[in-house]
């Protein structure tokens, strides 16, 4: 299924070497091979064989761009060396696929720089950013970067976001707080906000509060209770969509992500972004947005992979948050730190810690090969552990 797909990228792939060799550069792999470190639990990423490791570590889409996105990128290399070029009209594609007009679009490098943006407009003045923990961290990390504060809940006891903690935290610090943050499905847990709650909050805020609304997720989304939060930017609540091409299509690396906005925060915002976006995301990211069959098929394989391995786990014993993106938790039961050493050490890049949850380990979804490894590891560290003691 994924024959036509490897093709292009080894195309894109090519001309990108080979555009690279004229300056002399050697390609990656080499050089990631060249030295492996004694314990490479411990050993930086640059010193492993990167191409080799297992990456279910930070939510990408292991299949990259689909070959439609791949072919636009590689045509569109002629204009490498440009300012001004052809881009696409990619700010109108966006606005178009939403049913708005561009000046509802602000482009990001990323929708982290979105999330960025969004911080320094409107935290300036010590203003503070209101949202759960754990979630998307570095929103907190801008806001505290810019010596703002964050007022951060934690979880209900289901791993849910609190909404109504989210309404009196806002209510009552309503001058202090510059915006809330509110990101559905959650980054760790994969939980939604229903649009029941996501409602619930902006008839529960004082309407001046703008509202930051994270969908990175949101194409994996199966709940029925779960809705995007577009129709209130449409409303002109004051409601911040942060959109990315990240992850269902597959782009982590290229850098594209977008804010939808009623017009007047997108002119609050537009001075705080670079607007520096390559020109061959902009090409593949048009071209992804109208290969819904690419969509369908990520969407599907993810979902399918993500069902069986917490089943695996579950079978084993352990108990999984269930999630609605292409990640997920495991409660393992023990501190999360050394056991995201022992996976690396067999090649299994795993989630970070996401403080509290101490004894939860996230996984994002990998290819089927990556998701055996997973499993396999999981098996020697868990099971077979316990088995032999
Ligand atoms: N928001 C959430 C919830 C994420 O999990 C991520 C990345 O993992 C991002 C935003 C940033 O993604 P990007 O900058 O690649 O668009």
Known sequence: MHVERAVSRRGFVGGLASGLGVLGFVPGNALWARTVN??????????????????????????????????????????????????GDI?????????????????????????????????????KVVGVEPSYEAVYRHASGID?????????????????????????????????????PNNPTGLVVTKREVQQLLDGIPEDVPVLIDEAYHHYVQDAGYATSLPYVLEGRKVIIARTFSKIYGMAGMRLGYAVAPPAMIEEMRPHSTGTINALVKWGAAAAL??????????????????????????????????????????????????????????VLVGRPFPPMLEHLRVSIGTPAEMDRFMVAFRQIFVSASAGG
């Open 38 to 87: 004694s314990d490479p639990a411990r050993a930086p990423l640059q010193q492993l064989d990167y191409d080799a490791l297992a990456k279910l570590a930070n939510n990408e889409n292991p299949w990259g761009p689909p070959p439609s996105a791949m072919e636009r990128m590689s045509w569109a290399f002629k204009y490498a060396n440009r300012y001004g070029y052809p881009d």
């Open 91 to 127: 700010a109108r594609e966006i606005a178009k696929h939403h049913g708005v007009e561009t000046d509802h679009i602000l482009l990001g490098a990323g929708s982290g720089e979105i999330l960025k943006v969004v911080g320094v407009t409107y935290l300036a003045g010590g203003k």
């Open 148 to 184: 703002a504060e964050a007022i951060k809940l934690p979880l209900l006891e289901d791993y849910r976001q609190d909404i109504p903690a989210m309404i009196r935290a806002t209510v009552q610090s309503h001058r202090e707080v510059g915006f809330v943050y509110l990101c559905s």
């Open 290 to 347: 109208h290969d819904t069959q690419a969509e369908e098929r990520a969407r599907r394989e993810t979902i399918q992979l993500r069902t069986k391995a917490t089943a695996d786990l579950r079978a084993l014993g352990f108990s999984v948050i269930p999630s609605e993106t292409n990640f997920f938790m495991v409660h393992i039961r023990r501190p999360v730190q050394p056991v995201i050493a022992e996976f690396r050490s067999r090649g």
